[in-house]
Every structure is written in C-alpha cells, then in structure tokens.
Nanobody, 124 residues
Framework: QVQLVESGGGLVQAGGSLRLSCVAS????????MGWFRQTPGKEREFVAA????????YYGDSVKGRFTISRDNVKNTMYLEMNSLKPEDTAVYYC?????????????????WGQGTQVTVSA
C-alpha cells in the first residue's frame, strides 16, 4: 500500500504561483511513477502532469504546458508541482497519484493510489 498526502494548496491571485507537494509512504517511492490530476465540481478529472520513477521523463497536459513544472525527490519521498502564471481556470482540487510502473507515465497510465486532494483557488 501507498499513502499519499498533498499539501501546498491555497488562495492566490491570477498571475501568482504556488507549489504543491505530495509525500508518499508505505512503498518504495523510487519504484513509482507519479502524477498530478485536478477536478472541479461537475467536471471530469483532468490530467495535469506526470513523471517517471527516476525523473527522466515528464508529461504535461496541454492546458498547463509552459506554466507548471513537475519534479520529484526520491530521497525525500516527495513529488512537487510548481505552478506559475496561475489563471482562474486552474482553480480545482489537485490530486496526487502513484502508479506501480517503471514505464513512462502519462494520461493513459493506470494510477493505483490516490491522495485526498488539496484545494487551489485562483482569484481573478
């Protein structure tokens, strides 16, 4: 089992920045592909970004390319999402997810574990 805990969400003005963190426990973090998703009420969950177990491959959703950066620290068992130039449409609950795979991860990956989410609100 893997437990995932997100943090770093909050309220920010448009154009601002936030950094989300996801701490994993329960299974060797370095063996997991990791990803970020987001969801707003009434909408389907949206893929945001993903990173391979060793950090050598990343994948971004079109709506965040060039603004968000995913990274990981396998020593600290932590994944990050640096969010810049935030827009009101980035407002959502952001979820951390983990996949038991060494392959490149992306929107088609089956993620096995999920966190509880952290709210990000971007005001106009």
């Amino acid at each position: 089992q893997v437990q995932l805990v997100e943090s770093g969400g909050g309220l920010v003005q448009a154009g601002g920045s936030l950094r989300l963190s996801c701490v994993a426990s329960g299974r060797t973090f370095g063996y997991l592909g990791m990803g970020w998703f987001r969801q707003t009420p009434g909408k389907e969950r949206e893929f945001v970004a993903a990173i391979r177990w060793n950090g050598d491959s990343t994948y971004y959703g079109d709506s965040v390319k060039g603004r968000f950066t995913i990274s990981r620290d396998n020593v600290k068992n932590t994944m990050y999402l640096e969010m810049n130039s935030l827009k009101p449409e980035d407002t959502a609950v952001y979820y951390c997810a983990a996949a038991r795979t060494f392959a490149v991860v992306g929107p088609a990956t089956t993620f096995d574990y999920w966190g509880q989410g952290t709210q990000v609100t971007v005001s106009a």
